[in-house]
């Protein structure tokens, strides 16, 4: 299985390298756990890396979702929208299953093997569109396989009932007919929040069974830590890390370099919690390499 980089920093390794090429991914979790955030990192490395991005939006609208990117540090996303590369399809309120029965195979045609990411954000919608099970599973089937046809899929799930347990009855079904499920554990709690990630499952591949801590950091996404899980975090310098990025700048595409300078000069120790400099550094560097 060829593997291809998330575009979220620390994660790959925890996935043997990334996920599979041409394969679906779940990504599961609450209100405000990143799932849009993670679907944008996803495209976006797509993007960076030569491949065309469609992003299908179920619940905002495309202005929204081009919004937090741009808040995200990803000024660049209407340079992709101008050439045509990055294509949205705002569904918001409509009737997507109906897309599904109906258009898919047109789109399909369009684009197969075009070797494209896809996006598809949230998927929730398309569940709650029909009551009957069976018919549930036909329509995820057929949306999963078709558009696996065009490249690789990210899909997201809303995450309701008891939180942490996937066993709401929207999480079910997507979560088996996928290849990989990535689990986004977010709580809220006065004065800090608790964030942790968990790699379900992942077909074909070795992947951490581990629960890891991960931060959403202004202009970098998600972060995730990958060990020591308990150590505090060493007091350093900002310095430290911009030199260790001067240092690396042979080794990073230009734009990028320009961008994560931009990004450690606004960055804060409170933004980063237990993840140290060395570690975001290595993380960059892994997603890169």
Known sequence: MKKIKTGVFGLNPL??????????????GGSGAGKTTFAIQFIRKGLESGQEGIFVSLDENKEQIIREAVEMGWEEIMEYLKD?????IDASGKDFSNFIRKELHTFVSDWKKAGAR?????????????????????LITM???QTRKVGTVLCTLEEHG????????ETIIPMYL??????????AMEGSNSR??????????WHSEEFHPYRIISGLGLVVKQGDFGKTRKKESAQELMKELEKNAGNLPKNAFQKLKE????????ELGNITYAELMRYIMEEYS
Request: with cysteine; aromatic share 6%.
């Open 162 to 169: 008891t939180e942490g347990n996937l066993s709401g009855h």
């Open 84 to 88: 045509d590369l990055l294509v949205f």
């Open 178 to 187: 996928a290849d990989c499920v990535i689990h986004l554990r977010y709580k």
């Open 143 to 145: 949306l999963l396989k």
């Open 263 to 270: 990004t450690f000069k606004e960055l804060s120790d409170a």
């Open 15 to 28: 996935l043997d390298g990334g996920i599979n090429e041409n394969s679906t991914t779940a990504v599961i």
């Open 196 to 205: 942790m990630l968990k790699i379900v499952k992942c077909r074909n591949s």
């Open 118 to 138: 896809i996006a598809i954000d949230p998927l929730t919608p398309v569940i709650w569109s029909v009551q009957d099970n069976y018919e549930q599973r036909e």
